[in-house]
């Protein structure tokens, strides 16, 4: 009995382990699902995924001279600031938001097609980076307004980057998983990340806290915003950020491996 366990619990970690390589391998099917979802939310419309670019960039000159004189902080510096972490909280809620709908936004296909469950997580991921490359252009109208120059610092974004996806699809499996199983976690996700956005520094300074600056740093939102904004515009990030960052992401590992080895089978019947 001990020993089928066993050789059980072998079966559905090989499994998984296969259904990770095949999503990867499947990167002409997913990453296609992710431009259809893109021409599919945007069909008829003139500008596309470019009106959140737009409405970003009227939130940053809104926000901007508001924010900036009620926190004594000169234009040049605080716009630029805030422009950054709108652009990269996009990018990290979007991938919160997305991640509780990886599978059951893809319920009809996923009992229809017999394909990879996590080629519905690499499709949830890649489209929101192609969100942000849209979004990113954003920053060019800040980059005029304070005569902003691109220097190398801004190659240390392509590790950050790195490491926002790296994160993302363990985060992706473990919300995805609980909201197929539990409907009501959806919303409460979402709620937690609009909390979110005003607990960390996206508006306003670390340096707000005053003798509490230290605790924002213990923030791991406030880690990932940093791997982007830091290096576009300074300082570049310490290396407890990037160490902080790392030590999140494995322990999303921990927490995903298991659930996914354990609920996959499950997961077609749940949606």
């Known amino acids: 009995m001990q020993v089928s366990k066993v050789n059980a619990k072998r079966t559905k970690a090989a499994l998984a382990r296969r259904d990770v390589l095949e999503g990867i391998q499947a990167f002409p099917v997913w990453s296609a699902l992710a431009w259809q979802d893109i021409r599919q939310r945007y069909r008829r419309s003139v500008l596309g995924p470019f009106w959140i670019t737009l409405t970003m960039i009227i939130t940053i000159a809104g926000m901007g001279p508001l924010y900036g004189s009620l926190l004594k902080i000169s234009m040049e510096e605080f716009v630029p600031y805030l422009a950054l972490g709108i652009i990269t909280w996009g990018l990290i809620s979007s991938l919160i938001t997305d991640g509780c709908i990886a599978f059951t936004g893809a319920d009809s296909m996923v009992r229809a097609v017999r394909l990879p469950l996590t080629l519905y997580i690499f499709r949830s991921i890649y489209r929101n980076l192609i969100f942000f490359a849209h979004n990113i252009l954003a920053y060019i109208p800040v980059m005029i307004y304070g005569r902003i120059w691109p220097s190398w610092s801004w190659l240390m974004v392509i590790p950050g980057l790195f490491l926002i996806v790296a994160a993302a699809f363990p985060l992706t499996i473990i919300l995805g998983i609980f909201c197929a199983r539990f409907r009501d976690m959806q919303p409460i996700v ?69 659930l996914y080895i354990r609920f996959r089978p499950r997961i077609p019947f749940w949606i």
């Open 190 to 258: 979402g709620s937690v990340v609009q909390l979110a956005f005003f607990l960390t520094p996206i508006f306003w300074k670390p340096e707000a806290l005053g003798q509490r600056a230290y605790l924002a740093e213990f923030n791991p939102l406030y880690m990932f915003v940093q791997v982007i904004r830091g290096p576009l515009f300074g300082p570049l990030p310490d290396v407890s950020i990037y160490i902080g960052v790392i030590v999140t992401t494995l322990v999303l590992y921990v927490v995903a491996t298991p």
